[in-house]
């Protein structure tokens, strides 16, 4: 395996394209009962590209458009179940991380796209994976950004203490949300409030399932996060607990990392923030290890956010690169 691990600096400049609107935006009917909205920006006859963005339930934002060259790139974006533009909003029913890897592939049929680059991060990272992993013959390549892997190991660090030591006023106000008897299993604690039938206990609680994460999203977060809004914080707390109570239905723990033979020869691009609070970058060392075809640009002074500078500016240059692809020199 080439061990092509390089180190790439912030920058003051993101690389982004400006901002652009999509040419086709469309509500597709999955089953369950659940209207998924996708649009496609760039060049309609132009390279295939599928963002898959995080959470679960964090939805698409038009800055995530804007990583991609649109003279080159065909764009799809698309808001996965229960969130978003997608709807019933905060619907758990007939949601399953194997409904979205077959909701990928119907959208990929009907753009009668053959193959195309998988774009994702967080949980859109895990999601790629698996996605690849079903599908490795659909897939051109994969760039990743903060890994996550739905691993036992990864939901202890978040949801019991790991993270918390290095913020303990925010892990204080999180775990404090719930009574002392019930603080060793915070997935569990919080998910009988998100799914209680108190809804002003829902939205409380939601707001603080997704407060907790966002406020160690970025490495020098500068003034205070605000909370999210109401609608946006439910769609994503629910999402998440609803995942993370079932390990994502994916078979075992250590399901991705077992299966990693399948993608071992598709390229794929890991970047990681060497202070990703919420996906620390063993995962992404790991993950890089068992993948021969793959390399990884750990920005050292960067935490988990798409938004950081510097995991910004390596992401926009990959998809430079992928326009004309040439061999890497190992390192």
């Not at 920006?41 to 804007?66: I, K, Q, T």
């Not at 078979?251 to 991705?256: C, L, T």
Request: hydrophobic fraction near 35%; glycine fraction near 10%; charged fraction near 20%.
């Amino acid at each position: 395996m080439k061990e092509n691990l390089t180190q790439a600096g912030p920058s003051s400049r993101s690389g982004l394209y400006p901002p652009i609107e999509p040419f086709r935006q469309q509500v597709m009917e999955m089953p369950g009962g659940h209207r998924v909205y996708v649009e496609q920006c760039g060049r309609p006859d132009g390279a295939p590209v599928v963002v898959l963005h995080g959470g679960p339930g964090g939805g698409c934002s038009p800055g995530m458009r804007r990583f991609f060259d649109p003279k080159h790139y065909r764009i799809v974006l698309f808001d996965q179940r229960g969130c978003g533009r997608s709807s019933p909003n905060a619907s758990v029913e007939s949601n399953t991380t194997w409904d979205l890897v077959a909701d990928i592939e119907r959208i990929r049929t009907e753009l009668k796209i053959d193959r195309w680059v998988v774009f994702g991060g967080s949980w859109g990272a895990c999601l790629a994976l698996v996605y690849a992993q079903t599908h490795p013959e659909r897939v051109e390549s994969l760039v990743l950004r903060g890994v996550f892997t739905m691993t036992r190991a990864e939901l202890d660090w978040f949801y019991a203490g790991g993270a918390g030591a290095f913020w303990p006023e925010q892990w204080a106000a999180f775990s404090g949300m719930v009574p002392p008897d019930e603080r060793h299993d915070l997935i569990a604690a919080y998910h009988k409030r998100l799914f209680g039938t108190d809804r002003r206990e829902q939205d409380r609680f939601a707001r603080a399932w997704a407060g907790w994460e966002s406020s160690l999203a970025v490495l020098d977060p500068g003034e205070p996060r605000g909370y999210p809004s109401s609608s946006y914080s439910l769609a994503f707390a629910r999402l998440e607990n609803h995942y993370f109570t079932h390990a994502g239905w994916l078979d075992g723990d250590g399901h991705i990392q077992r299966n990693m033979h399948r993608i071992a020869h598709i390229p794929g691009h890991i970047v990681q923030g060497r202070y990703d609070m919420i996906c620390p970058p063993h995962t992404a060392n790991a993950l890089h290890r068992a993948w021969p075809a793959s390399t990884l640009c750990m920005i050292p002074t960067a935490g988990h956010a798409l938004s950081e500078p510097g995991i910004s500016a390596e992401l926009v240059a990959e998809m430079d690169r992928l326009r004309h692809p040439t061999p890497r020199a190992a390192s």
